[in-house]
């Protein structure tokens, strides 16, 4: 068989050829999502765009002098998109193919893996071999095998039982060498700029930082009781700023925009800065990642710029359909609102300064009952109380003994209404219309429920009460909570923008619409995004 050697343009040029080998690699797992290379393209047109806004109409790609670092890369899909475009932009200032190439790849182009395999994948991906030095290699001018893609194992710094960085639990994370330890170089350090000159060997600004980045990291603990995530994206977006870039640009969850365990701050510093040019939002993840990639309240892009100072260019992408572009003040409300539409209709219904159902809304756990509390009883003894709660599939009412019941003391013997604190996952992966809330329970005194469900409440009678069901089943209702509830979970927070009522009698939409004068571009919008909602179904739509 002939031997059949590539020339570098042909191994830039292959890439083009269906399928892109990058386009077939099944995904670490929904927190370590390798990035399509339509989506990186994307990511780097509208960086190019930027870049040239800034530097009077120059091309990016045909600048010699520009850095790029992906701190966190996968496939190295970033790495090679840049350095193909790079390639195309700088054939006049460098003729000679290949001395364009060894200047790109070893004075432009940088990245650090996020595990030894994903840094080969991406060294294979950049430099035609996981050999940077290799025969193979495109590059002919590196001394080191890894070139300028780094990865080294890194440690986690126990502060007690928790790492000093990031957060991982030692429990979950305090494992041997033969295992990976998922503590990021980039994220584990005080002095990245120091950091990264010991990885390199040399000091380099670099002018862009772009990449997709570690989502979160699992805290479950085999010898506890200890589950769940905590969200580390946000602390390389805070990272990559402090290094001083002109650019960044990353793809995240979009959670972050309303919601987020321990992402308040974040959300708060990112939504007042106004060096935000542009924010790319997508509800849907699978729309972007692919079938099996879903991501709670979708995932989002943007342009930081550092020389900008102004309200970001918005756009949503559902079903690969773009919005018009909207010049938008991130910080207009303490959450992101994704469509301009809803962020009218919230200021029109605030206007009227009518307080908020939230101050009604019980906290996460209005009764101090766990989700699988085990000592239900079926049978009614004194001093019993009735329990509402959920197994698989079933809304059940039983029996608890009052001594179980830790808190929520003022809501025990009134009227209130039980709502589920988690429901309809299709209308929190940006899917429309929705449902968006679960069906509410009407309780009277004497009845109590788990931590399935938030209790809202006081009501002074029973016809209170179902006046607040009726006005929870409206449209107009759930879309006010929509805009607030970007993942399965509704806490009282998401109830902030929904006014309260009197009750005092049955709420509709068309009363609703007339009291706070909506029009009928406003109303349309609203009924196009929600679903109707009934209360005859007894299953539980609830998350048990």
Not at 305 to 315: H, M, Q
Not at 410 to 418: E, H, N, R, S
Not at 521 to 538: A, F, N, R, V, W
Request: glycine share 8%; with cysteine; aromatic share 10%.
């Amino acid at each position: 068989m002939t031997d059949i050697t590539l020339s570098p343009r042909a191994a830039f040029t292959l890439r083009s050829h269906n399928p892109d080998v990058l386009t077939c690699i099944a995904n670490l797992s929904n927190d370590e999502v390798f990035t399509p290379p339509e989506l990186a393209n994307q990511m780097l047109d509208t960086v190019a765009d930027a870049w040239a806004a800034d530097s009077g109409g120059a091309s990016i790609w045909e600048n010699p002098n520009v850095t790029f670092l992906d701190p966190f890369t996968k496939s190295g899909v970033f790495l090679r998109e840049i350095t193909s475009r790079l390639t195309d932009g700088l054939a006049a200032q460098i003729p000679d193919l290949q001395e364009r190439v060894d200047h790109i790849l070893t004075k432009q182009v940088y990245g650090i893996g996020i595990t030894q395999l994903t840094a080969l994948l991406a060294r294979r991906s950049v430099y035609c071999s996981k050999d940077a030095t290799g025969k193979h290699s495109v590059a002919k001018t590196f001394d080191r095998d890894w070139g300028n893609i780094w990865f080294e194992r890194t440690e986690h710094t126990w502060a007690g039982d928790k790492c000093a960085y990031c957060g991982a639990a030692i429990g979950a994370w305090g494992r041997g060498d033969e295992l990976e330890t998922h503590a990021y170089a980039f994220i584990h350090t005080l002095d990245i700029k120091k950091r990264l000159a010991q990885m390199f060997g040399v000091e380099v600004q670099f002018d862009v930082i772009v990449g997709n980045p570690p989502y979160q990291l699992n805290t479950d603990q085999a010898d506890t009781k200890i589950t769940g995530t905590i969200p580390l994206y946000h602390l390389f977006i805070d990272q990559a700023k402090r290094m001083e870039p002109r650019l960044l640009s990353m793809i995240v969850p979009a959670r972050w925009i309303a919601g987020g365990r321990g992402l308040d701050e974040f959300r708060g510093r990112m939504l007042a800065d106004r060096r935000i040019r542009d924010f790319v939002d997508f509800p849907v993840a699978s729309e972007v990642f692919g079938t099996g990639v879903e991501i709670g309240g979708g995932v989002c892009y943007f342009v930081w710029d550092s020389s900008y100072d102004g309200p970001a260019e918005v756009v949503t992408v559902r079903s690969g359909e773009h919005s018009q572009p909207s010049r938008r003040d991130l910080g207009r409300h303490d959450v992101f609102i994704r469509d301009s539409e809803g962020a009218q209709i919230v200021d029109e219904v605030a206007a009227l300064g009518e307080p908020s159902v939230a101050a009604i809304a019980s906290g996460q756990k209005p009764f101090g009952v766990s989700t699988n509390f085990a000592n239900v009883k079926p049978e009614r003894e004194p001093g019993d109380l009735v329990l509402h709660y959920v197994r698989p599939g079933r809304r059940l009412a039983g029996h608890i003994a009052g001594s179980e019941v830790i808190r929520g003391s003022a809501l025990i013997d009134a009227w209130k209404v039980f709502v589920p604190e988690a429901s309809d996952g299709r209308g929190t992966v940006g899917f429309r219309p929705a449902v968006i809330l679960g069906k509410p329970i009407v309780a009277g005194p004497g009845e109590v429920c788990t931590n399935t469900y938030l209790a809202i409440g006081p009501f002074d009678s029973e016809a209170s009460a179902r006046s607040f069901v009726s006005y929870y089943t409206t449209k107009f209702f759930r879309f006010l909570v929509s805009l607030r509830k970007i993942t399965q979970h509704a806490s009282n927070f998401t109830y902030t923008w929904v006014p309260q009522q009197s009750w005092d009698q049955r709420w509709t939409d068309e009363e609703l619409y007339r009291k706070y004068g909506l029009d009928e571009g406003q109303i349309e919008y609203i009924e196009s995004q929600i679903k109707p909602m009934t209360l005859d179904d007894e299953a539980a739509d609830v998350e048990d």
